[in-house]
Nanobody
Framework: QVQLVESGGGLVQAGGSLRLSCAAS????????MGWYRQAPGKQRELVAI???????NYADSVKGRFTISRDNAKNTVYLQMNSLKPEDTAVYYC????????????????WGQGTQVTVSS
C-alpha cells in the first residue's frame, strides 16, 4: 500500500519557523504533483502550496514570501519550510500526492497523509 507519512509539526511562537516533511512509500512508479493543504477549526481545507514534477511551484497568497515548498524525488519526499509564522497559520497540515503505482499503468491515484498539527502562539 502507498502511504504518506508527515512529520515536523508542533508548537511555535509567532515569528518562528517550522519545517514539515512528508515521505511517500510503497509500490510507487512515479509521483506527479505534491502539495500541502491545511485545515483550521471550523474552516474548509485549503491549498497552501503545490510543486509539480517539473519543480514549478504555486502558493496561496496568504503564505507567499514566508513558506517554501520543495521536493526530493530520490526520496519521494516533499517539504514545507514555514518562516515568519503567524497565529492564523494554526491548522492541521496535510500532505497530498498524485502517484502512479507500480503495475497499475498510467492511472494517477490521489493520496493524503494523516495530518500534522501546527500551532502558532501569539
Amino acid at each position: 500500500q502507498v502511504q504518506l507519512v508527515e512529520s515536523g509539526g508542533g508548537l511555535v511562537q509567532a515569528g518562528g519557523s517550522l519545517r514539515l516533511s512528508c515521505a511517500a512509500s510503497g509500490p510507487i512508479f512515479s509521483i506527479n504533483d505534491m502539495g500541502w493543504y491545511r485545515q483550521a477549526p471550523g474552516k474548509q481545507r485549503e491549498l497552501v502550496a503545490i510543486i509539480r514534477s517539473t519543480g514549478i511551484t504555486n502558493y496561496a497568497d496568504s503564505v507567499k514570501g514566508r513558506f517554501t515548498i520543495s521536493r526530493d524525488n530520490a526520496k519521494n519526499t516533499v517539504y514545507l519550510q514555514m518562516n515568519s509564522l503567524k497565529p492564523e497559520d494554526t491548522a492541521v497540515y496535510y500532505c497530498n500526492a498524485a502517484i502512479k503505482r507500480l503495475g497499475m499503468g498510467p492511472r494517477l491515484a490521489d493520496y493524503w497523509g494523516q495530518g500534522t498539527q501546527v500551532t502558532v502562539s501569539s
